[in-house]
């Protein structure tokens, strides 16, 4: 089949693992023609968000991709928002794709996707939503682009659309309160992971703790992502740091942010059992989630936690609507400071539970975050 992946109203990164890519990845490796369109939004230093130039090229992926310019009228910071791109509509016409995968909820290119769906009703046309109250419809100009700009193109849109895909449960709550989108056109289709089977965790896990000098009996943490006050790696590391036990240690993998990183440096420096690995490649943090014992996000969300699960972690996350389906008898929910320590704590006293608790995350994933189940999924 010809499927087409429009990251116009998103990001695209090569060399990472997120939705986007790892959807690509699994088309590509199941045999079929695969472009991505994608605008030039990128990360330039891993950590902040840039532009690139317009391209041509072959993608980390697997796939051709085609960046192109950012279109319409004024400033630049306003062109980003609208996310017009002229030469969508002649890309898809030569092409000519079976399934369109449309990335992001929000700009003006959905108009163009629908309109190619209209005229060629056998195409199946899934659009992704990553949106929710915390990321979308915050500040004023947010509000008045969600209110005035996207809701009206989603609704014209809407007729022609497959169905909306939403990453969380905020997420579906959002749709249907902002763009009114009725539960029968939205499907739960979450951010999800590479499962290994037993004997490639097994090597993995193994190898893995040997070069990092994981002792037996040892447990290992490990939290990672772009550090800023919202990931609350500070009191993670508070928590940890109260705890007693000898046979804990704790790896950190990402990239401080100038607002955490004095205090944070300065935790690690007093804690021999802390270590930053800095960041690692995809690939690379996925061996380290397989190696350690329990992944730990207290603060803002990360796709991180779901290929946790896919590593068979159990989990200690913030206690918000969108972990719901995740934490089911594999971790622990937390919303302070106090409750971190309590995990923690209850670790120490049993450190048993995690067998229990990694085979109950392992058949969570399996039952939900699949990337090549929900790749087929988007062939139907």
């Not at 990001?11 to 959807?23: H, K, M, T, V």
């Not at 100009?141 to 169905?163: E, G, M, T, V």
């Not at 990402?254 to 607002?259: A, I, K, M, R, Y």
């Not at 270590?275 to 397989?290: R, V």
Request: charged share 25%.
């Amino acid at each position: 089949m010809k499927i087409i992946h429009l990251c116009v109203s998103c990001f695209y990164i090569d060399g990472y693992r997120y939705q986007e890519n790892e959807l690509v990845r699994e088309h590509v490796a199941t045999g079929h023609d695969v472009l991505v369109v994608a605008s030039t939004e990128t990360y330039l230093d891993n950590l902040t968000l840039g532009y690139t130039a317009p391209g041509d090229y072959m993608g980390t992926d697997g796939a051709r991709v085609i960046r192109l310019p950012y279109g319409g009228f004024g400033p630049f910071f306003l062109k980003k928002k609208l996310r017009i791109h002229k030469e969508l509509g002649r890309i898809l016409e030569g092409f000519a794709p079976d399934v369109i995968m449309f990335h992001g909820l929000c700009g003006w290119e959905l108009r163009t996707a629908a309109r190619y769906k209209y005229q060629h009703p056998n195409v199946k046309l899934y659009v992704d939503s990553h949106e929710d109250a915390n990321n979308s419809a915050v500040s004023t100009l947010s509000k008045l682009l969600h209110n005035f700009y996207y809701r009206p193109i989603i609704r014209a849109a809407l007729p022609n659309i497959d169905k909306v895909l939403c990453i969380s449960q905020e997420t579906l709550d959002f749709c249907r309160r902002q763009y009114g989108i009725d539960d029968a056109s939205m499907e739960f289709f979450p951010l999800g992971g590479r499962i290994a089977d037993d004997s490639s965790y097994t090597k993995i896990r193994s190898e893995t703790r040997r070069a990092l000098g994981v002792d037996l009996g040892q447990i290992v943490f490990i939290q990672s992502g772009k550090f800023d006050a919202k990931k609350k790696l500070v009191q993670s590391l508070r928590a940890f740091s109260r705890s007693q036990s000898e046979d804990f240690r704790f790896l950190i993998v990402g990239q401080l942010h100038d607002s955490i990183a004095d205090e944070a440096r300065d935790l690690i420096a007093r804690d021999p059992r802390i270590t930053f690995l800095g960041w690692k490649p995809a690939d690379e943090l996925y061996d380290l989630l397989c190696a350690a014992d329990v992944y730990v996000q207290p603060g803002s969300q990360s796709a991180t936690m779901q290929m946790s699960l896919c590593a068979r972690r159990p989990i200690i996350v913030a206690d918000v609507p969108s972990h719901v389906p995740f934490v089911q008898g594999n971790g622990w929910a937390v919303r302070d400071e106090s409750d971190l320590l309590s995990a923690f704590a209850k670790i120490e006293a049993d450190p048993g539970i995690l067998d229990i608790y990694s085979k109950r995350s392992y058949e969570i994933a399996t039952s939900l975050l699949d990337y090549r189940r929900m790749a087929k999924r988007l062939l139907t």
